[in-house]
């Protein structure tokens, strides 16, 4: 009984953190602005577009639309915000997504996704 008890909350466990990990995309679907008071060494932060932000001179984002558009705001030199457009997925298996940006030359890259929830976004560029 103890071992049936015990594989039935593993179970639940494995089952709960991969629906976790495949409903994460649902949670990128809007505009992130980064936060790099929040950095570490090798992950970056974003907030929510409404998040009380310190003042800055520019701050890049991104955005994930649900039809797969992506959008990476670079500072313009008037420190607004430039758009660069492209396209987003989720990468099978992993918790990532991989975008392709429309401009010329641009790389292709993945994000991993390190932790995501309504407030805030970590993500590791590999």
Not at 7 to 32: E, M, N, P, T
Not at 68 to 74: A, K, N, T, V
Request: charged share 30%; glycine share 6%; hydrophobic share 35%.
């Amino acid at each position: 009984m103890k071992n049936f008890v015990f594989g039935l909350i593993l179970f639940v466990l494995i089952s709960s953190q991969r629906c976790a990990d495949q409903d994460y995309s649902k949670l990128l679907i809007k505009k992130w602005v980064h936060s790099y008071e929040e950095d570490s060494v090798d992950v970056t932060t974003y907030r929510p577009n409404d998040y009380k932000f310190p003042p800055s001179r520019g701050r890049r984002g991104m955005e994930f639309k649900p039809n797969g558009e992506f959008i990476r705001y670079d500072i313009a030199p008037s420190d607004g915000e430039l758009p660069i457009y492209g396209k987003w997925e989720p990468v099978k298996g992993k918790k990532a997504v991989q975008i392709r940006l429309t401009q010329p030359k641009a790389e292709a890259y993945q994000l991993e996704i390190v932790s995501v929830n309504e407030n805030q976004l970590r993500v590791r560029k590999y």
